[in-house]
């Protein structure tokens, strides 16, 4: 596969590829601005654990000195510790971040895209971007759910982030065409709370079940990527906490791409740290089933290859 000249593939993401081995993609905004200090780093290289623990390869995404770096080492992970000197990168934004030099934390938008061009069919992360509780006077729906639809990958999330619409959200992928698969549950859990979502497309038990189904969408002419959603270990009720980050930030005139650090900040100061720690759970077993997926998957094409010969 001939990739982008201005992207680096690290040699054990490469090979993986070349070998058709399992890989998962892994954000970086998490790092930059999902948690404080060194804490997002930690989440990062434990997400890395559970990737490899499921027999995966992971491959980080973030630019670094003009490249689009798939495969980010712990030093240059380490780069990306603090809001202030990563630029948070969805979609539109990789081109002049690369082309500029600057440091750019990829989001979930932003790492699809790259998986779309390296060929990388699975990620895992926190939660996904969507229809913002204010759409009809901001008309804010993130970019990650278009990202999602023209990208063929199946990503393993909790659903929609905690400050969203999920049912607006959710109108939006049955829109778009996007399968939402619940990971042994019915309903679309919202990131924070298993239940209270709306209905899912369908239901998958183990890993096999849900490579089977990414197979069967994939051979379709056009499809793109699915959404599995994995309820969170344990349910924290934040309703009202969103709500007064929410109102919080529109006080203080925080707008766009900053709205989502900013309420996450709000809400970890505000539970006393309990939304910090099940974000970091849930990023970890996210990080873990997008694995496991990942490998059933290719367990699957070397039996169509086997039956083919």
Known sequence: MTFPEFFSLAEEVRTALAEGRAVVA????????????????AVALRSEQQVRASGAVPATVGIVDGSVVVGLSEEQLGRFVGKQQAHKVGPREIATCASSGALGATTVGGTLAVCRAAGIRFMGTGGIGGVHRDFSASLDISADLHELARTPALVVSSGPKSLLDVRATAEVLETLGVPVLGWRTSTLPRFYTAEGGPA??????????????????????????????????????????????????????????????????YLHEASGGETARLNRELISANARLAGEVAVAHCALATAGRRAGT
């Not at 954000?27 to 060194?38: A, C, K």
């Open 26 to 41: 892994l954000e970086t905004t998490l790092v930059s601005h999902g948690f404080p200090g060194e804490e997002g780093l």
């Open 200 to 265: 899912l497309t369908a239901r998958v038990d183990d890993a096999h079940q849900a490579a089977r189904v990414a197979a069967y969408h994939w051979s379709l002419a056009g499809a793109g990527g699915l959404l599995l959603a994995q309820p969170p270990p344990r349910n924290l009720d934040v309703d009202t906490l969103i709500g007064e980050a929410l109102a919080a930030a529109s006080a203080s005139g925080t707008k766009g791409q900053a709205v989502t650090p900013a309420v996450l900040a």
